[in-house]
């Protein structure tokens, strides 16, 4: 007869716990993933479904890298632009991210608890879960910087280097640099990582950079001061001291939720295991590799903004979520009790998942920054099919194109419909706008009365897609005198709450605008 204890449920439910987050992922990756899209997730479809000439054009005017709407551009041409199917990309690599979390919380702690917590700290990130169902580059680069910080740890914290090891760095590392200019932070953190802790393989670091970072210069570096000027971080706020401790919340829900969270992760920590020696149970040197990653990936971008703001919260973060989750995990799985921690994650866990599943609907871009259905350009694209004909031009002012120009193909109509951007550079990057002056607007508005009336054939309208706040401005006031006014309608979308019909001067003119409903 074995003599061998049983397991208690804390010991059962803690064996159980990556199936548990393996479930819990794949359901967070279906639920929701046919939601609307806005700005930035219609635009990245729009540069995808272009040629790659133009591809490299939109970028070029962008401050986006190109390897992320190169696998986007592939994508499509399988699977089309449905909502679920530009958004399962996305999904795959929050799958795979939470899969390297785990390896590198292994790597790091050596114990299989260590792992299993990195990956359940990754799991639950609403900064994660956000961006996993979102036509961006941000759940790549969270799977990428782990991917990378996972074989740096093999590479500089093993007593004997694999040549592969350091090969897969210089590859991953070169690859990251195409997916977006924040993933340069997280070279930095590894280069203070490795000052800290391996000063004499610094040398190996020198190396793989300088062998990662060559095809970026050869192949993009000449576009960087073009992309550096252009204006595309210009909306982007100034650092404030509550950023600081703010960029930790947003990991897991934004200042409120997210130090709520925090805090219960250091109350298990402090309180966990009060019968053993602290030194005991002090974390390993792969722990502490881990948690200077993730501070320097995340500190040294805000320190960066106090010169050229270039920070905003809940995306480009993700380059310090696999180090910041597997510190996390890795800590709790030393200084927590497990009757503790099983109870928090699994509490965490059900959270998260009946969280998610009642607002599979609504769109985040931040913590804060929630969108409903109703908000989506959709609605007021299907209107705008019901009410334009061929032939029709349509102004859009501000933002308000990206989001009714995806909406437009995927409904497959709009077809026949000549596009117009105001200001007219914003064409070239749908993702941002730059304000124009009364006089350049004034100068813009003749140009498109000008060929709207020179082309215009019996019966067709030129559509005005009104910035959301702005009811007149020197282009709609330079429209109303040079055209007719026939109609408003208080359709909204994204970033526009009103449409303003016209038509030349030689059809009859209504004493006042009409609902064109």
């Avoid at 499509?76 to 679920?84: H, N, T």
């Avoid at 509550?242 to 709520?260: D, Q």
């Avoid at 509490?347 to 985040?364: A, K, M, Q, S």
């Avoid at 077809?415 to 006089?439: K, N």
Wanted: charged share 15%; with cysteine.
């Amino acid at each position: 007869m074995s003599n061998t204890p049983r397991p208690s449920v804390a010991e059962l439910l803690e064996s159980l716990l990556l199936p548990a987050c393996g479930l819990a992922a794949i359901l967070i990756g279906v639920v929701g993933l046919g939601r609307f899209l806005r700005l930035d997730e219609a635009n990245s479809v729009i540069i995808a479904s272009s040629s790659l000439g133009q591809l490299f054009e939109y970028l070029r005017n962008d401050n986006n890298l190109p390897f992320y709407y190169l696998l986007l551009q592939g994508w499509i041409r399988l699977a089309g632009i449905s909502e679920w199917a530009v958004h399962l990309p996305s999904v795959v690599f929050y799958l795979l991210a939470i899969v390297t979390t785990s390896w590198l919380g292994w790597e790091a702690s050596g114990t299989r608890y260590g792992a299993r917590y990195s990956a359940f700290f990754y799991l639950v990130s609403l900064q994660a879960i956000h961006q996993a169902q979102k036509t961006r580059m941000y759940s790549l680069l969270g799977l990428l910087a782990g991917l990378s910080t996972l074989l740096f740890l093999r590479v500089w914290f093993r007593d004997k280097m694999s040549k592969r090891d350091w090969a897969l760095y210089v590859l991953v590392n070169a690859v990251g640099a195409f997916v977006h200019v924040w993933y340069f932070f997280v070279l930095i953190g590894h280069a203070a990582c490795a000052l800290i802790f391996q000063p004499k393989k610094i040398w190996l670091w020198a190396g793989a950079m300088a062998a990662a970072v060559l095809p970026f210069l050869l192949l993009w570096a000449r576009y960087l001061p073009h992309q550096a000027k252009i204006g595309a971080v210009d909306w982007m706020p100034r650092v404030r001291l509550s950023f600081f401790p703010g960029v930790f919340g947003e990991f897991y829900g934004g200042m409120r939720w997210g130090w709520t969270f925090l805090f219960g992760v250091m109350i298990i920590c402090l309180f966990g295991k009060r019968g053993e020696d602290w030194q005991d149970r002090f974390p390993s040197r792969g722990v502490m590799a881990t948690a200077t990653i993730a501070i320097v990936c995340t500190i040294m971008p805000l320190l960066v903004s106090l010169v050229r703001p270039i920070y905003w919260p809940g995306r480009y973060t993700m380059i310090a979520l696999p180090a910041f989750a597997t510190a996390l995990g890795c800590l709790v799985a030393v200084l927590g009790s497990p009757p503790l921690r099983v109870a928090f994650a699994y509490g965490v866990l059900l959270t998260v998942i009946v969280l998610h599943v009642r607002t599979r609907t609504e769109v985040f871009e931040t913590s804060s920054n929630v969108f409903q259905e109703k908000e989506s350009d959709k609605p007021a694209t299907l209107e705008l099919c019901e009410i334009t004909h061929p032939g029709d031009t349509l102004v859009f002012t501000g933002l308000s194109r990206a989001g009714v120009e995806y909406y437009f193909r995927r409904l497959n109509c709009g077809r026949d419909l000549v596009l117009v951007s105001v200001p007219s550079d914003t064409a070239r990057h749908l993702g941002w706008a730059r304000q124009e002056t009364p006089e350049e607007l004034q100068a813009e508005a003749h140009v498109i009365v000008q060929q709207f009336t020179t082309e215009n054939l019996e019966g067709r309208r030129l559509w005005v897609v009104l910035e959301r706040g702005k009811t007149s401005d020197a282009l709609t006031e330079t429209l109303s005198r040079s055209l007719n006014p026939v109609g408003v309608d208080a359709l909204r979308g994204s970033f526009f709450d009103e449409v303003r019909a016209f038509t030349p001067k030689t059809h009859t003119q209504p004493t006042s605008p009409v609902s064109l409903r």
